[in-house]
């Protein structure tokens, strides 16, 4: 069982930055991918970020390549994602999500396991 809590959302001008974080809870987080989802009003869930239980392996959605980086400290059991250059199309709810490490990055919300409660963002001038 993993239990995760994510903090760091906020309002944030168009161009500015954020950091959100996750703290999972669990002996076992190193067998984990991490992901990083976000859903905006009217729209699917999307994975925008996600990380392999050893943190050498990542993927990003198109969207926010470039601008968004996923991290993890496995030390702490926490997983990060640093939002740079922040538009009001990344205005969502994110969610941090975990599956078993299996050798892949699911891409699919359906495969992962377990989720967060959720934190708003939203960039607006």
């Known amino acids: 069982q993993v239990q995760l809590v994510e903090s760091g959302g906020g309002l944030v001008q168009p161009g500015g930055s954020l950091r959100l974080s996750c703290a999972a809870s669990g002996r076992t987080f190193r067998r984990y991918v991490m992901g990083w989802f976000r859903q905006a009003p009217g729209k699917e869930r999307e994975r925008v970020a996600a990380?392999?239980?050893?943190?050498?392996?990542?993927n990003y959605a198109d969207s926010v390549k470039g601008r968004f980086t996923i991290s993890r400290d496995n030390s702490e059991n926490t997983v990060a994602l640093q939002m740079n250059s922040l538009q009001p199309e990344d205005t969502a709810v994110y969610y941090c999500?975990?599956?078993?490490?299996?050798?892949?990055?699911?891409?699919?919300?359906?495969?992962?396991?377990?989720w967060g409660q959720g934190t708003q963002v939203t960039v607006s001038s």
């Open positions: 990380i392999s239980g050893g943190g050498t392996i990542t």
């Open positions: 999500a975990a599956h078993f490490d299996g050798g892949q990055l699911l891409p699919r919300s359906e495969d992962y396991n377990y």
